[in-house]
T-cell receptor, first 118, second 117 residues
Framework: AQKVTQAQTEISVVEKEDVTLDCVYE???????LFWYKQPPSGELVFLIR??????QNEISGRYSWNFQKSTSSFNFTITASQVVDSAVYFC???????????????FGQGTTLQVKP | DTAVSQTPKYLVTQMGNDKSIKCEQN?????MYWYKQDSKKFLKIMFS???????INETVPNRFSPKSPDKAHLNLHINSLELGDSAVYFC????????????????FGPGTRLLVL
């Protein structure tokens, strides 16, 4: 069965600190997709990144970076020089893939609440 | 310019009532979803439709009935509301089979906060 684990329930940092949010997943599929979503206090879910199982290149987008390692089934998210506006709940998610069996269902982790203090 | 919209944003109602939540996407996507977020922030898929056809029905009580009049709309009707139905309901859409490499990426609506008293 597919599963996503975000072991860190809450993280608190001071502005400008770097912070890494951990995500570990389980799947028997050879083709799958991994995602990160941000849920700010206003409540909406904002798409941040999508990664497919064949692309292990790390990705950087401004202060955000993602480290995908199939060997450890992890897809970690790092925020560099954190800001107060980064305060949110961050969700890691997994979806199966592949032809007609692709239902697109997202399996979410429990979420990590990040608080960035000024 | 809203991509995925939901109405209403807030819904407060009494136990036993019937209510509907509407969802519309203007992204031209083929696939739409309903997710439920409980009080502990846990998100779980409820239903998925692809081009008006039901694809996923995840062990949801039959008091919940989705309806897709066209591929841009997916509504959720809930009969005989119970206290445990209180949650945030998110609609989402993804390109689906027409989306090429990014067919799986789901974009979410703002959520509907349902409170059953």
């Amino acid at each position: 069965a597919q599963k996503v684990t975000q072991a860190q329930t809450e993280i608190s940092v001071v502005e400008k600190e770097d912070v890494t949010l951990d995500c570990v997943y389980e799947t028997r599929d050879t083709t799958y997709y991994l995602f990160w979503y941000k849920q700010p206090p206003s409540g909406e879910l904002v798409f941040l990144i999508r990664r497919n199982s064949f692309d292990e290149q790390n990705e950087i987008s401004g202060r955000y970076s993602w480290n995908f390692q199939k060997s450890t089934s992890s897809f970690n998210f790092t925020i560099t020089a954190s800001q107060v506006v980064d305060s949110a709940v961050y969700f890691c998610a997994l979806s199966e893939a592949g032809g007609s069996s692709n239902t697109g269902k997202l399996i979410f982790g429990q979420g990590t609440t990040l608080q960035v203090k000024p | 310019d809203t991509a995925v919209s939901q109405t209403p944003k807030y819904l407060v109602t009494q136990m036993g009532n019937d209510k509907s939540i509407k969802c519309e996407q203007n992204l031209g996507h083929d696939t739409m979803y309903w997710y439920k977020q409980d009080s502990k922030k846990f998100l779980k898929i409820m239903f998925s439709y692809n081009n008006k056809e039901l694809i996923i029905n995840e062990t949801v009580p039959n008091r919940f009935s989705p309806k897709s009049p066209d591929k841009a709309h997916l509504n959720l009707h809930i009969n005989s509301l119970e206290l445990g139905d209180s949650a945030v309901y998110f609609c989402a859409s993804s390109p689906g089979t027409s989306g090429g490499e990014y067919q799986e990426t789901q974009y979410f609506g703002p959520g509907t906060r349902l409170l059953v008293l």
